[in-house]
């Protein structure tokens, strides 16, 4: 079941879903609006390990082809029984960016980081920009919450390869 936004409200108001800093701006009828962080990482051609950060921005600047990492300004703590998909808002999609089928996984807490791939043609974002809408699931309670290497994520964490 996907929740609606009285039933998101009731989620965090209990401090069962946490988002911070969160603004009840952020909640749209059937999930909620993340913003672009002040860090990003440009990866750069020619080896997926080179690449370029920068951090204290206050723009984002995407360029034709690009591929960027961008962390969220909200930090997450997701319960044990919500997964959250992530969706690009629409105004961006419009543009042409595109971003990477993602769940968010039922015990996840940290900042997101998501890879955004550019446009033919430059775009340029404002940290605090409304850039992702992420849809909560309601799940049957998990055994096992997540783990893995990005719990806890203050930030863009430099890729490591399993």
């Known amino acids: 079941m ?17 988002i911070k800093p969160f603004s009840k701006k952020q909640i749209g009828p059937s999930g909620v609006d993340f913003r672009v962080g002040d860090q990003y990482v440009r990866l750069l051609p020619g080896s997926r390990y080179r690449s370029k950060t920068y951090n204290k ?26 997964v959250g998909l992530v969706n690009l808002r629409s105004s961006y999609a419009r543009l042409g960016l595109t971003i990477a089928p993602t769940v968010i996984d039922a015990g996840f807490k940290g900042k997101l980081t998501f890879i955004v791939v550019g446009s033919s043609f430059p775009v340029e974002l404002e940290v605090g920009d409304r850039f992702w809408h992420i849809v909560f699931i309601k799940s049957s309670p998990s055994h096992r919450a997540y783990s893995g290497k990005y719990q806890e994520a203050k930030g863009i964490q430099e890729y490591v390869p399993d």
Request: aromatic share 2%; glycine share 2%; hydrophobic share 40%.
């Open 57 to 82: 921005v206050e723009k984002v600047s995407i360029l034709a082809n690009d591929r960027v990492l961008l962390s969220t300004l909200e930090r997450v703590e997701m319960p044990n029984d919500l």
């Open 2 to 18: 996907i929740l609606s936004d009285k039933q998101i409200r009731k989620y965090v108001k209990e401090g069962r879903l946490v």
